[in-house]
């Protein structure tokens, strides 16, 4: 087929990728294809081996999936499984009961619906599903084969040992996804998504939209999760299913579109349209446009904590509920609300090398059109340096911290490189030197750009990074969070340009994290038990210039210390946020620690919000280096 350059429609894991930057490709370059899961099972190991020098092997879980009953398109140059990129495939699972006499035509009904062209320009799979039994139609067969081909394509970056070869499961990266996976239910497929998929909490919970044509729910049956949803043809009862799995509290109407939705959270919204006939094309792109590119799910949920008992409970990402998360998609390299994304690969920062060679090349410039176009007012436009996690993408790193809806709503300018992550060596330490120049250069090219207004964050190891950022080079930052953060003890030279420069900082994790520090009845402190988050907010309260704290977790659960300043708030609706902030002889917060109940060590989208409200108000005097804070500031 004709190969199709792939727009970019929208980048933590822990440690263990050996990725360097000069090897970074954001996608492949195979061309598009359309094959029966059997050819599609055949071909992928050999195809992907060729491409990353890896061992792909077909999933298991697979092995009995119901044959002749499954088609699979993928688009070409696919995201990449050599980084987290793979996250951002997209996926539309298509359930018909249409019968295809061939390929040809199976092709030609996904075409026809418009999905072809979607999934060119977003990158990623559609999969074509029929039932097992074409006689009696979709029924518990077809729901297991739901749950084997669900198991597959979410089990992103699982691998097995042979001997001394690590083989990697082919299915999730030659079709699968996680973070941008649609279903689509057609006539009877409707009506199997409704009794079979959307009643079972692990199943409906990984899907960020549906659009549902026809098709009954037997009354037995409720909608286990939020799940936005466009229904067309559908009987009362089912509107009301939805409606009530969302928890709409409003309505309106577009034309003959009625539409409802839930007030505080809108993304939990359900479209209902009467159709005398349906077209099928347009109710796809209907449902693309007013949910698709406005909701993903981030699998940021505690492993197995509803899963335990099922079958490859052992994969990656094996988890439910994931959390409905806001999407700011970006295509030909554009947002709709006007931030244009581009990929740089030059060798500015060459002479910083590690001991490999290796040095910071590639990095992803998020800018405002006002910016771009140079329209903005000079000095007017905040900008973030935001560091990735080890095995991350940038991009996917932006998109599931909600850095790319900040930055649109905000209209913040972000710059966030993709870097070595070969801990230990030199390699990881170079980024005390390139990083502020990489911010340098931003502020010297783009004169909208705010010197003022300079912040820094990234997660686990993108958090070390962070911390090397501003030990660095303190004045060029007017505040940071770290989170989830690899520590790091500043040398002496470092330090003693805190005896000019303050800097706010508000350190956040989990208590579910890896690497919490803090209360060391939550987690495990192996990894830096001599300097860990205690030892980080101790040094930056010196740098500071405020009093240390000498911790009593018996007492002070979780921060080990009386804070001067304590929040405590729901996020999203599901986790409990407590944020514990010190302030110092002005009265003004600047070191804190966010923590998080009952996440593991992962990428969430409420984080960057607590990032962006911790960060908005503080600036740097460009004349005395001083930090200003400004209590009202939006």
């Known amino acids: 087929m004709k190969k199709i350059l792939c727009a ?26 359309f094959e029966t899961l059997e050819e599609a099972r055949a071909s992928e190991g050999a195809s992907l081996s060729q491409a990353t020098g890896r061992v792909y092997i077909p999933d298991p879980a697979l092995d009995s999936y119901p044959a002749n009953t499954t088609y ?30 061939s390929k040809d035509e199976a092709l030609a009904y996904i075409t026809g619906m418009g999905l072809v ?40 970056g699982y691998t097995i040992k042979n001997g001394d070869e690590t083989d990697y499961y082919a299915d999730s990266a030659y079709y699968g996804g996680l973070t941008y996976r ?25 899907i960020a939209g549906m659009l549902l044509v026809g098709g009954n729910m037997d009354r037995i049956h409720t909608v286990a999760s939020i799940v936005p949803t466009y229904l067309v043809n559908a009987t009362d009862d089912v509107v009301e299913k939805y409606k009530t799995a969302n928890a709409t509290d409003a309505s309106g109407f577009d034309g003959d579109v009625s539409y409802y939705f839930n007030q505080a959270l809108p993304l939990q919204k359900v479209f209902v349209s009467k159709q005398d006939s349906v077209d099928l094309a347009a109710a796809v792109k209907a449902a693309y ?11 940021s949920v505690k492993s197995n904590l509803n899963t335990a008992s099922t079958l490859y409970s052992d994969y990656k990402w094996n988890q439910a509920p994931y959390s409905l998360s806001k999407r700011n998609a970006i295509v030909n390299g554009e947002t709709a609300d006007g931030l244009y994304v581009t990929e740089h690969k030059e060798d500015r920062f060459s002479e910083y090398k590690n001991s490999d060679g290796d040095y910071v090349q590639t990095w992803f410039e998020v800018l405002p059109e006002e910016v771009k176009n140079n329209t903005a007012p000079a000095g007017s436009v905040p900008l973030i340096l935001a560091n990735h996690g080890a095995g991350d993408d940038p991009v996917q790193f932006l998109d599931e911290m909600d850095w790319l809806n900040i930055a649109g709503d905000k209209r913040l300018a972000i710059v ?31 004169p909208a750009l705010d010197a003022s207004r300079v912040y820094v964050t990234g997660y686990s190891m993108g958090g070390g990074a962070t911390n090397r950022a501003i030990c660095s080079a303190p004045q060029l930052f007017a505040a940071a969070v770290p989170s989830a953060a690899l520590a790091y003890p500043a040398t002496d030279e470092q330090a003693a340009q805190f005896k000019k420069y303050d800097i706010p900082v508000l350190l956040t994790t989990s208590t579910y ?11 495990d402190t192996s990894i830096n038990p001599l300097f860990d988050y205690q030892g980080m907010i101790n040094q930056y309260l010196t740098f500071n210039e405020m009093k240390t704290i000498t911790y009593d977790f ?80 939006q």
């Not at 029924?139 to 297991?144: E, V």
């Not at 969430?604 to 004349?623: C, L, T």
């Open 554 to 633: 018996d007492t002070y659960r979780y921060f080990g210390a009386k804070a001067d300043l304590y929040q405590e708030t729901t996020l999203n609706n599901e986790y409990t946020n407590r944020i514990w902030m010190m302030v110092n002889d002005a009265g003004v917060p600047m070191v804190g620690l966010s923590v998080t109940d009952f996440l593991p060590h992962g990428l969430y989208q409420e984080y960057g919000d607590i990032a962006w409200n911790f960060m908005k108000h503080y600036s740097r005097n460009q004349d005395t280096g001083a930090i200003v804070y400004n209590a009202n500031a």
């Open 72 to 101: 699979v398109y993928r688009s070409a140059d696919i995201f990449t499984s050599m980084s987290a990129a793979n996250r951002m495939n997209t996926n539309f699972l298509v359930y018909t009961d249409k019968a295809f006499a």
């Open 117 to 156: 062209d979607l999934v060119n320009q977003a990158c990623g799979s559609i999969v074509l599903v029929t039932p097992a039994n074409a006689e009696t139609g979709f029924g518990s067969a077809d729901q297991y084969a739901f749950f084997q081909l669900q198991s597959a394509m979410c089990n992103i």
């Open 289 to 299: 446009n007013n949910l698709f590119v406005k909701a993903l799910r981030n699998a």
């Open 513 to 523: 994290d890896a690497f919490i520090t803090g209360d060391k009845t939550l987690g």
């Open 182 to 206: 649609y279903l689509i239910g057609i006539d009877g497929g409707a009506t199997f998504v409704n009794n079979y998929i959307a009643s079972n909490l692990d199943y409906i919970s990984r």
């Open 8 to 33: 970019v429609l929208t980048l933590c894991l822990l440690f263990g990728s050996t990725a360097f930057a000069l090897d970074y490709e954001q996608h492949f370059t195979n061309d598009s294809t």
């Open 416 to 446: 966030a490189p993709y870097h070595t992550v070969n801990f230990g060596v030199s390699g990881y330490n170079i980024l005390c030197d390139v990083l502020p120049k990489l911010v340098q250069y931003m502020l010297d090219t783009y």
